[in-house]
């Protein structure tokens, strides 16, 4: 990669050759491969992103399995959003945000005992709600 830089960097140097200064040559060529070496990394950055990513097929499950994910889905934002401030609030946080009990106790000026709580109420009217599921792989 280095020796590619390189020769792309004194090939375009070659090809300006007469619009650029002698004395400017080196901060000439410092400026033209460190652009050449950002552009590899941002296009190897793209492109790993999307290597990382799954391949999308199309969607051959039967319909019956998209009905109860659906429905899944919608049993879960309701019991979700049913749930008290508290306890609601400190799931989101921790499931969804991804902030650990402590981080949630300083945001919410709470202890973590308090935060523990709320958050095992929460998954257990969460697994309440969902009961009726549980046999069902989604």
Not at 103 to 108: P, W
């Amino acid at each position: 990669m280095a020796e590619d830089i390189a020769q792309e960097t004194f090939v375009k140097l070659w090809t300006n050759c007469a619009k650029v200064m002698i004395e400017s040559v080196m901060g000439w060529l410092y400026t033209i491969a460190n652009n050449k070496f950002i552009d590899h990394t941002r296009s190897q950055k793209v492109r790993l992103k999307f290597e990382k990513e799954p391949i999308k097929t199309s969607n051959t499950e039967d319909p019956y399995h998209a009905l109860r994910t659906e429905e899944f889905r919608e049993v879960l934002e309701s019991t979700i959003s049913d749930l008290p401030e508290g306890q609601r609030e400190v799931f989101l946080l921790n499931r969804i945000e991804g902030y650990t009990f402590k981080e949630i106790a300083e945001m919410l000026d709470v202890s973590s005992t308090a935060v523990e709580k709320r958050m095992s109420k929460a998954l257990a009217k969460l697994r309440d709600r969902i009961q009726e599921f549980k046999d069902y792989k989604i």
